[in-house]
């Protein structure tokens, strides 16, 4: 986020090269090869995204790759997800460690098993040596969330599930190829167990040959420079992370700052689940400790490991210069810690399968707030959550034969919060994403699977309001072409909405429903739970925009004339808010009564808070918008 304050004045170029002198490493060489790995990364990322079946991975972008050395440590990640990559090298150690001395030329190692070290259920890891010469030396990885992984329900993160056998299969680290040739009879066994079976050999295929890719393009790199001159370079790439990073964190107050936030509900009726964070800064070093948030839930809502790992560090590396390469030198600054049983991390068989959504946003959310209290211009302000993003399904009729379809439907996505130089991004910016996911169209959407879009739009003052701006939440209404569908909720952050900073205020919370299109009844349901839409019926979620940071008042004007004919914020809101007064017909300010209006709101205002709100279930989203007749339902069951 290179919209932060600065941490100092300094010449970036001059430090790069003063450190690459001590170590007698040439600057060209180093940022050419720095940029090979960028490039074979991101051409990894390139083949999984073109060759995958589903939308999730194909469309929506919910996976990651990544180049490890053979220790393995992180070198290169590229167009990502925070955390499936802050979160890797938990599981890829796991799976060194399950074939310590039986690594080939050829294999093929795969999990997604929690408790081994990965984020969650849905999220897929495979992983290929790459050998030179006989020698061992890098790894080539991809992560990407599965549609389907078998669980109970038909959706890869069950919020109700109640353990880990009705989650997911569960795959400890195996090998899918054993020296270049494929094992079919495991590979058949994981697919016997997923429902889409087709699109999941094509998903498999499609990550297979992004890691092969990646190998090759690797092989090509080392033969070109040689194998100590390659290792020589990576250690100062490594190396150089390292020191860029205990400088931006060194500029940080030392120094313990405690922060809580909280979890609508576990998917089991249990709800305002703190979690809760003490960061020590400590010269070069970060320490998350997570002592002190509530147990384990009783659902789908529980943390793992490198989920804890990977949420403890985002909030960090976007506070630090967005120059420094995002590797294991900066992994090692920051350490975290949780004891297990609690919501952070789970103790076997606890269902973790909403992990990465759900309690991730709250872990990264209260690393936000304590680092806020250390160095506020380079923290962020609350980003929304992902309860607007369903799993939906059922069958398509539509060409006279019936077939199961299912998507992650990421076209209901939040917003992100805003930080001091700059507002936040609209749409499907979540902190565990940071904007690496996309949304489908309407017009794919409807073409791809059997539902009716009847409109995609920004909802207005949906965000957080300040000097600087969230971004905006959107409303959607989706409604079966034919077929009824399932719609099973799995997110989080509509009870608890994206927190302000600086005098900033949060973003609403939002919320969904399911409408009787005839009579217009409204079922309104918690972040998580079943709903079945059936015709004649209608899904409609309202997502938060993303918190505001700083004084509304300060916020320039003119912008906010813009946004209001632009459908953005309210004309009330621009009077009572930002205290900008203007013609409603023209779109003209008037800034003397602008001045004026802004005077006498300040006065009223008060000492503006660091952080807003503090407590729980602080959405009134959902009181303003039921109406009588209506009905709420809290974590409902298929």
């Not at 986020?1 to 001059?14: F, G, I, Q, R």
């Not at 090979?36 to 972008?61: G, H, N, P, Q």
């Amino acid at each position: 986020m290179s919209s932060l304050a600065p941490a100092a004045d300094k010449n970036v170029e001059e430090v790069k090269r003063s450190f690459l002198a001590e170590l007698d490493i040439d600057p060209i060489t180093f940022s050419v090869i720095l940029n090979r790995f960028s490039t074979i990364a991101r051409e990894m990322t390139l083949t999984l995204e073109y060759t995958s079946w589903t939308s999730i991975l194909a469309v929506a972008r919910d996976f990651s790759c990544a180049i490890y050395d053979a220790q393995p440590r992180q070198v290169c990640m590229e167009d990502a997800l925070p955390i499936h990559t802050n979160s890797l090298h938990v599981i890829l150690k796991s799976m060194v460690k399950a074939f310590d001395g039986n690594v080939y030329d050829g294999d093929v190692i795969v999990s997604n098993y929690p408790y081994a070290g990965n984020t969650h259920v849905g999220d897929f890891v495979t992983a290929t040596p790459v050998f030179y010469q006989g020698k061992h030396m890098f790894w080539s990885v991809t992560k990407g969330h599965q549609l389907d992984c078998g669980a109970y329900e038909a959706t890869s993160v069950a919020p109700s599930a109640k353990d880990v056998w009705q989650e997911a299969l569960q795959i400890p680290p195996i090998k899918f190829y054993e020296k270049g040739e494929p094992r079919q009879d495991v590979i058949d066994l994981y697919l016997a167990n997923v429902r889409y079976q087709e699109l999941l050999s094509g998903d498999l295929k499609a990550q297979l040959g992004s890691i092969w890719n990646g190998k090759r393009r690797m092989i090509e790199l080392v033969d070109e420079y040689g194998p100590e001159e390659i290792m020589r370079y990576v250690e100062a790439i490594l190396d150089y992370a390292d020191r860029r990073t205990a400088d931006e964190i060194r500029s940080m107050p030392d120094g313990k700052y405690y922060a809580e936030g909280y979890v609508d509900t576990d998917g089991a009726g249990n709800t305002d689940l703190k979690v809760a964070v003490t960061l020590n800064i400590d010269d070069d070093k970060i320490h998350a400790d997570f002592t002190g948030s509530a147990p384990q839930g009783s659902g789908g809502t529980n943390g793992t490991q490198g989920v804890m790992e990977a949420s403890a560090g985002i909030p960090i590396l976007c506070a630090i210069d967005a120059e420094i390469p995002h590797n294991d030198g900066c992994l090692r600054h920051i350490t975290c810690y949780s004891p297990e049983g609690t919501i952070v991390k789970a103790k076997y068989p606890a269902a973790t399968a909403m992990a990465t959504l759900c309690p991730a946003g709250q872990e990264q959310e209260v690393v936000w707030k304590a680092l806020a209290q250390a160095c506020p211009e380079r923290s962020s302000a609350g980003y929304g959550h992902f309860h607007c993003i369903p799993t939906i399904s059922g069958v398509d009729e539509r060409d006279g034969e019936s077939k199961g379809w299912s998507a992650m439907f990421f076209n209901g996505g939040p917003a992100g919060g805003a930080s001091y130089g700059a507002d936040g991004w609209p749409l499907i910016m979540t902190s565990s994403g940071m904007g690496g996911l996309k949304i489908i169209s309407a017009e794919l959407t409807e073409l791809l699977y059997p539902i009716l879009i009847d409109y995609h739009e920004i909802e207005k003052d949906s965000m957080g309001h300040g000097r600087t701006m969230g971004g905006t939440g959107i409303r959607i209404k989706v409604r079966p072409y034919d077929t009824p569908m399932d719609c099973h909720n799995t997110g989080d952050g509509a009870a608890n909405p994206p927190f302000g900073l600086q005098g900033g205020t949060p973003g609403i919370g939002g919320g969904n429903y399911r409408e009787d299109l005839s009579t217009g009844h409204r079922d309104y349901c918690s972040s998580k739970g079943y709903l079945k839409i059936e015709k004649g019926q209608a899904w409609v979620g309202v997502s938060s925009g993303g918190g505001g940071f700083g004084d509304p008042l300060e916020r320039d004007p003119n912008l906010v004339v813009e946004h209001v004919r632009d459908g953005i914020i309210s004309a009330d809101t621009a009077k009572n808010i930002y205290g900008v007064i203007f013609n409603e017909k023209t779109f003209t300010l008037d800034s003397a009564a602008t001045e004026k209006n802004r005077e006498a709101l300040k006065k009223k205002q008060g000492e503006l808070p660091l952080i807003q709100p503090m407590g729980p279930s602080a959405s009134k989203w959902l009181e303003n918008d039921m109406r009588e007749g209506d009905n709420y339902l809290l974590d409902p069951l298929p």
